[in-house]
Antibody
């Protein structure tokens, strides 16, 4: 069965960076794009960007460009997202989600369990 | 970006009741709308996509409708496990955007 496994939590200080991971299993890693979304407390999810695990190409949301970097390791079927210059407004649950092939923006049937990132001094 | 507006913010209902949630898009998205259910501490769970297609394993009491800018999610007879927050998401334009959610709580 399709699984996306993420660490439970990270605590960082303002101005620091965080590197999040998302390990895929149960399907061919290079067949589906992986998207990252975040959800602040009491808010709906917000799309951050995506990576094509096959070739490593990326597409970032406009408000995150310059602060987010997505990479992948095909040997471990893992994608990573690094977010730099963290502020308190970045405190949120960060999810990875698998997209089904579509010419339009996807919907998401498979999600990781999320990593809670707390930014606090 | 397309703005998705959900109403109401909170619904108080009794088990067994029929409930309808609304979602409005700031511009036409054809039928490219998904609905998700989220319980505390869990990731969103896909219920409906393409406005009216149930995802794998979703019970028939969940149904979606609408097109263009106005959409609904109906739960025909609310079960105890259905008390949760529901989000709509447009999957027509980049980037996809979500509504702020409707909380369905026990009356």
């Amino acid at each position: 069965q399709v699984q996306l496994v993420q660490p439970a939590a990270e605590v960082k200080k303002p101005g620091a960076s965080v590197r999040l991971s998302c390990k895929s299993s149960g399907y061919m890693f290079t067949s589906n794009y992986i998207h990252w979304l975040r959800q602040a407390p009491g808010q709906g999810p917000e799309w951050m960007g995506m990576i094509n695990p096959s070739v490593g190409s990326t597409n970032y949301g406009q408000r995150f460009r310059g602060r987010v970097t997505m990479t992948r390791d095909t040997s471990t079927s893992t994608v990573f997202m690094e977010v730099s210059s963290l502020g308190s407004e970045d405190t949120a649950v960060y999810y990875c989600a698998r997209a089904e092939p579509t010419p339009r923006f996807p919907f998401f049937a498979f999600w990781g369990q999320g990593t809670l990132v707390i930014v606090s001094s | 970006d397309i703005v998705m507006t959900q109403s109401p913010a909170t619904l108080s209902v009794s088990p067994g009741e029929r409930v309808t949630l609304s979602c409005r898009a700031s511009q036409s998205i054809n039928s490219d709308l998904a609905w998700y259910q989220q319980k505390p501490g869990q990731a969103p769970r896909l219920l409906i996509y393409d406005a009216s297609t149930r995802a794998t394993g979703i019970p028939a009491r969940f149904s979606g409708g609408g097109s263009g800018t106005e959409f609904t999610l109906t739960i025909s007879s609310l079960q105890s496990e259905d008390f949760a927050v529901y989000y709509c998401q447009q999957h027509n334009n980049w980037p996809g955007t979500f509504g702020q959610g409707t909380r369905v709580e026990i009356k």
